[in-house]
């Protein structure tokens, strides 16, 4: 059994108080996650991501806050983006 698996198990004998724990432990480490994420990009990065419909969106970080990323696209505009979605452009 993988450990995947052996969560979910014990995810299904939880009673209420440790599902209460294992939530906020997943919150918390979703949370460390995207922050971990923000901070590998700066200002002025090139980075791309799929947005709304699937279209492809390619443009510059315009500003990097905790968790999202705002990149500005000269045909497309301002996102707001979750840094996990975006991708370096550069090399």
Do not use: C, H, Y
Request: proline content about 2%; overall charge positive; charged content about 20%.
């Amino acid at each position: 059994m993988n450990t995947v698996q052996s969560a979910v198990t014990a995810i299904r004998n939880a009673d209420r108080d440790e599902l209460n724990q294992i939530i906020e432990a997943v919150k918390l480490q979703q949370t460390w996650l995207a922050k971990q994420s923000a901070r590998s990009f700066s200002i002025g990065d090139a980075v791309t991501f799929t947005g709304r419909g699937g279209r492809s969106v390619v443009g510059t970080v315009a500003k990097v806050n905790p968790k999202t990323i705002v990149v500005d696209s000269p045909s497309q505009g301002r996102w707001k983006v979750t840094a996990s979605m975006l991708k370096s452009l550069e090399a």
